[in-house]
């Protein structure tokens, strides 16, 4: 009979959702606890399994602690273990609250020592291996002493670790996806990073599940937990589960129509709205969808185009469904000159004219020296992205090509002349 796994990292209890209405209810990382717990409850799983975070640091112990030991609670309640590891936010909390009568919640590792404890259920076995932050930073991968463990090879394992992944000088807790598949340990749940992930490597899985809830822009996309069915030793099947009440996207809109307010503003709305109902299928548990806006295109008078976004670009609230609206939450620049002023502006003994000539050079497909300079800086900056490991994964797709580069520098260079254009323009 298969074992039902609810896995989940960085729920940062104490927290709140950037970027939305004061008033809103339902954007702290405490509601999505209760979520998680009534859904682990309404779907019958077996385990909780949360790979550290689970409470943050800087927002206040009390305002947490008694959300969480309140969802502990009502898990063993339902007959739900719980396995959990430290992260370098809830070292010093979870060792004094898992101690308090909760002989159904298990912190594996405690000060720094590998643990391995089974969960069985009707004849079924998951062996679930963990090591905990005894302090707040750690810099020496606690891999090496795993060995001392003895998993038996009959059952699955599933190892839960917060830890950096392929960063080597970093101080929370080090480690490598070598060294993770020398474990032998076939499936492990890692936490710290806050954008989910998942790597296959030659039959082991090694998975990020990210923050449980949005918690700012730099956090884009679905969040959620993995749901985990353990069907066989070597067979689980994993899937996401979004829950995050917050969802923050990036949207590029091209405003080169826009000659009046009006314009612009049924523009955005068509845009952040098209994109909106694409998304449903994954917006079942979102309550607010945030959009950053990029404006792109070409304009006369891009800080004109600008000014009348940020002017009112908190006026868009429109429900999307029943249960998600759709927000505006910031809106940013890459229009481009229209032709007409660029060649203008290239004329220019100034910084204006230098940048307007090196864009005018790179959409005509002209080299200049100075064009050929910035493109072989680009170049080196690149080979010397290659060769570090943070970047392995960005790179394993093979070399970029040249015309990424001049890409890249015309984003830039049109980024650069409009903030200077908009300097000249605030100071006459």
């Known amino acids: 009979m298969a074992i039902k796994i609810l896995a989940a990292a960085d729920l940062h209890l104490g927290k709140r959702s950037s970027g939305l209405p004061d008033d809103a209810t339902d954007i702290s990382t405490k509601y999505t606890w209760d979520q998680l717990v009534r859904w682990a409850i309404d779907n019958e799983v077996d385990v909780v399994a949360l790979s550290g975070d689970i409470v943050d640091q800087e927002n206040g112990y009390f305002e947490a602690v008694g959300p969480l030991q309140a969802g502990l609670n009502a898990l063993g309640q339902a007959g739900i273990e719980v396995f959990i590891v430290a992260g370098n936010h809830d070292y010093k909390v979870l060792p004094p609250l898992i101690n308090v009568q909760l002989p159904h919640v298990h912190l594996l590792g405690r000060a720094g020592e590998w643990q391995l404890v089974p969960f069985t259920k009707n004849g079924e076995t998951v062996q679930f291996v963990g090591w905990s932050f005894p302090h707040q930073y750690v810099k020496v991968s606690p891999l090496g002493t ?237 080979r010397n992205l290659s060769v570090a490991a943070v970047y392995q994964p960005l790179t394993e797709t093979g070399a970029m090509e040249p015309a990424d580069a001049r890409e890249y520098l015309i984003k830039e260079l049109n980024r650069s002349l409009t903030e200077l254009l908009l300097q000249k323009s605030t100071m006459q």
């Open 146 to 382: 795993i060995g001392r463990l003895n998993p038996d090879p009959n059952h699955a394992v599933i190892g839960l670790l917060h830890a950096d992944l392929d960063i080597p000088d970093s101080i929370y807790c080090p480690v490598s996806r070598q060294d993770l598949v020398a474990t032998g340990i076939r499936t492990w749940v890692l936490g710290h990073i806050h954008k989910p992930c998942a790597l296959d490597l030659a039959g082991t899985t090694i998975h990020y599940p990210g923050s449980l809830q949005a918690q700012s822009a730099k956090e884009p996309g679905a969040h959620g937990f993995l749901l985990m069915t353990v069907l066989e030793k070597d067979r689980i099947n994993i899937e996401p589960v979004f829950l995050s009440t917050v969802r923050y996207e990036r949207l590029d809109v091209d405003i080169s129509r826009a000659d009046t307010r009006e314009t612009l503003w049924e523009l955005i709305h068509s845009a952040a709205m098209t994109d909106a109902r694409r998304r449903l299928p994954e917006l079942d548990n979102v309550r607010h969808l945030t959009y950053d806006l990029i404006f792109t295109g070409e304009h006369a008078n891009g800080m004109q185009v600008k000014g009348w976004a940020e002017a009112s670009q908190g006026d868009l609230a429109n429900p999307v469904s029943p249960v998600t609206t759709v927000y505006i939450r910031k809106v940013s620049s890459a229009i481009r000159p229209a032709v007409g002023n660029l060649r203008e502006l290239s004329g220019e003994p100034s910084p204006a004219g230098m940048l307007a000539s090196l864009i005018l050079a790179i959409r005509e497909n002209r080299s200049t020296p100075l064009l050929s300079e910035l493109e072989e800086k680009w170049r080196k900056a690149e």
